[in-house]
Each structure stands twice: as structure tokens, then as C-alpha cells.
């Protein structure tokens, strides 16, 4: 038996795309064994993730954008090839794109935000997605939904049968844990920041409502409820006119933008943080709720789509679009020492509540369901 599991996305390291994409190929490594290979659209290319160098590895040379050409013609042609993966007894897709292989296969679907928000892809992407993704959930035989939210999505959008989607959620990863003070003091000297900040991560495209979450710092600031906000991620599509916003801001000397960080600085920059927050229109599952609680950080997110799912009780939630809302919740947690006490405590269990080695056997048992000579070492 050989379980085919495709890590491109932790290769080129795409963001939420990339932490699903490597951390379960770790989780299921030691539950797998020898029946794991890792299959990629770069060989040769980019170097494998810590901790996966070990793995046998399959795939093709052609890269991201040749590759996701060629896949999407192959399925609307109703093509396969069995030398894609020539030894798979199962395919598992981790990213939005299944290729046209013989074995059965496994989608996982994080999101389906280029229906929800078309305006805040780019054209070119939105016209592949719109025209893709209908026909990878068609012909997959199960589909993983990293959340209940975006398993609603696929019902209601696509039409997929419930029966047919497990829901099967993320994790933070091990290392995200409190850090000690003096990893809170080494990144602080080391991105300059001083007093009490607040800390918001993704990649920066319109639907995280970044500059929404700049205009609400800037009353915190005037009352005295803190001093910084630490926006932390790549620069992703148009967000431009949100930059251009932020900038003519009075207060944007206070807004720092440090780009990606490594995980390490983000670890000790959550535990050094007054709360985090993830004002984001819309997310798949959101894992930076997460990843924060999971270091005793106080979180604040707005209520929409998966966000109350993944951070239950222990986060305070407010209206994306609504400023006022928004503001009087920062500011209620940022100026509360005992509910902020709370939530980190509250934080810590609801992080616990989940783990990449139950979403990994949770995985592998949806394999079975499909394959049953697959065995699974637990």
C-alpha cells in the first residue's frame, strides 16, 4: 500500500496552505510508516519542510503554474494517468487542486472564499477557482473540510452531499506554547517594539479587514489601552489601497509590519502580545486563533464564518464591519488585566481541544473508509 499525500503547498510555502500541508505530513509519518510518499509539483526545485526529508518522494518538475494548467485541462477533458502516482493506492489532495490520477482520492477544501468574495481575488485566480474547483469536488471521492463552516459552504455552493465531506480540523503545532521571558525580550529588541502591542497575523489581502483593525487601534491608542499593533504576514493580493489607507493614518508610526516571520519570533511575539486579534471577513478555519491561545495570548475575532468555531469560550468576538463593535471589544479585553488573566487560561484548554496527531488518525481512519488494506500504527 502507498498513500500518496501532496505537500506543494508546504514546498512553496503558501501560508495556511503551507502549515496544513506539513504538519500533517508529519503527524501521519509515524502513523503511516514505510506506506507514506510525498508527491510534489516542484522536483528538484525547493527543498522538502523540516522533519519530511526522510520520506520517499514522487511527483513532477513542472512547477506550480504549468501544473495547475495541466490539471485543470486534464479533468475537463475527463483525462487520467496512473504514472502521476504510479504506485498509489490512495491520492490524498491538500490544497485546492486534484490531480487526474487512477487512485481514489481525497480533497481537502479550506475555504471557498472566491465565491464568498469574489472582489477580493485576482481575476486570474478567481477564474480558475470558479471554473475548478466545482469539478475537483465532482471527482474526488471523499473531501476533508478543515471546519463545519466550510463544509456548510460546500453543501450550500456546490451542492456536494454531506455524506461525502468529513470535517476534520486544524491544529497549532507543538512548539506554539508560552515562551519564556527572555525569547519575549530577544524579539522584542529585535523588532524594536516597546509598551504593550497588539498582534494580528495572516497573509494581507482585503479580506483579513487589516486597515478596518488600524482605524480601531488608533482609539486604543488615544485611550491609553496600548501602544503598538503588529501586523504580521507576507504581502499577499490587492492590498494595496488598504496599505495606501493605513499609511495616511496620524497614528501608522505605531503600526509596525514586519512581513513573515519565523515561527520561533511568532511563538514568542503571540506570548509577548496584549491580545491577538483576526478581524478577517471570512476564514476557512483560522488557525492564528489557535496558534495565539496556544501561547496564552487573549483573543479577539471577529464573529464571522469559522472564527467562533475554532475559538469557542475563550475568545470575545465582534461585527467585521462594524468599527464601534470592533473598538469597544479591544478595548474591553485590552483594559481588563483579570478577563485578560481569564482568556489566556480559557485559551490554553481550547487549544488543547486540539492536536495535529488526532487530525492525522482521523485522517488516516477516512483513508481506510476508502482503501481498508491500509494500515494505520497508532
Known amino acids: 500500500m502507498s498513500v500518496y499525500l ?24 509515524p502513523m503511516l510508516g514505510s506506506q507514506l510518499v510525498l508527491f510534489q509539483n516542484s522536483l528538484g526545485r525547493c527543498p522538502l519542510p523540516t522533519g519530511l526529508d526522510h520520506l520517499p518522494v514522487s511527483g513532477t518538475r513542472l512547477g506550480y503554474r504549468p501544473w495547475r494548467a495541466a490539471v485543470l485541462a486534464a479533468r475537463a477533458l475527463g483525462l487520467s494517468s496512473r504514472r502521476l502516482a504510479p504506485e498509489a493506492s490512495l491520492f490524498h489532495a491538500t490544497e ?28 486570474g485566480n478567481y477564474v480558475y477557482l470558479k471554473a475548478a474547483m466545482p469539478l475537483f469536488c465532482r471527482r474526488a471521492d471523499r473531501i476533508i473540510a478543515v471546519s463545519g463552516a466550510t463544509r456548510d459552504d460546500l453543501i450550500e ?32 529588541k529585535k523588532f524594536s517594539l516597546h509598551g504593550r ?37 507576507a504581502r499577499g493580493w490587492l492590498f494595496e489601497e488598504a496599505m495606501q489607507e493605513i499609511s495616511a493614518m496620524p497614528w501608522n508610526g505605531r503600526i509596525e509590519m514586519p512581513g513573515y516571520v519565523s515561527e520561533d519570533d511568532l511563538v514568542a511575539l503571540y506570548s509577548g502580545a496584549l491580545l491577538a486579534v483576526q478581524p478577517s471577513y471570512y476564514e ?25 468555531e475554532v475559538g469557542g469560550q475563550a475568545a470575545r468576538y465582534f461585527d467585521p464591519r462594524d468599527l464601534d463593535a470592533m473598538i469597544e471589544t479591544l478595548a474591553a479585553v485590552a483594559g481588563n488585566d483579570d478577563l ?17 496527531r488526532r487530525s492525522a488518525l482521523e485522517t488516516a481512519h477516512l483513508y481506510q473508509t476508502l482503501v481498508p488494506g491500509i494500515e494505520v500504527l497508532v
Open 197 to 233: 502591542y497588539l498582534i494580528a497575523v495572516g497573509t494581507l489581502e482585503p479580506r483579513k479587514n487589516i486597515a478596518m483593525l488600524a482605524r480601531a487601534c488608533g482609539e486604543l491608542f488615544r485611550r491609553n489601552l496600548a501602544d503598538t499593533l503588529v501586523v504580521v504576514g
Open 284 to 308: 476557512g478555519f483560522g488557525l492564528p486563533v489557535l496558534e495565539a491561545m496556544a501561547c496564552g495570548c487573549p483573543v479577539c475575532a471577529s464573529d464571522a464564518s469559522s472564527l467562533p
Open 96 to 123: 485546492h487542486l486534484l490531480p487526474p490520477v487512477t487512485a481514489p482520492t481525497v480533497l481537502t477544501v479550506h475555504d471557498l472564499i472566491w465565491e464568498i468574495y469574489p472582489q477580493y481575488h485576482r481575476t
Open 340 to 356: 485578560r488573566h481569564e482568556m489566556s487560561a480559557q485559551g490554553l484548554e481550547r487549544a488543547r481541544l486540539f492536536s495535529w
Open 157 to 188: 455552493r456546490y451542492r456536494v452531499p454531506a455524506d461525502k465531506i468529513t470535517v476534520i480540523s486544524e491544529a497549532a503545532a507543538e512548539h506554539f506554547a508560552p515562551a519564556p521571558h527572555a525569547e519575549i525580550e530577544r524579539v522584542s
Open 6 to 29: 501532496d505537500v506543494s503547498a508546504a514546498v512553496h510555502a503558501k501560508a495556511g496552505l503551507s502549515r496544513y500541508a506539513g504538519n500533517l505530513a508529519r503527524a501521519l509519518a
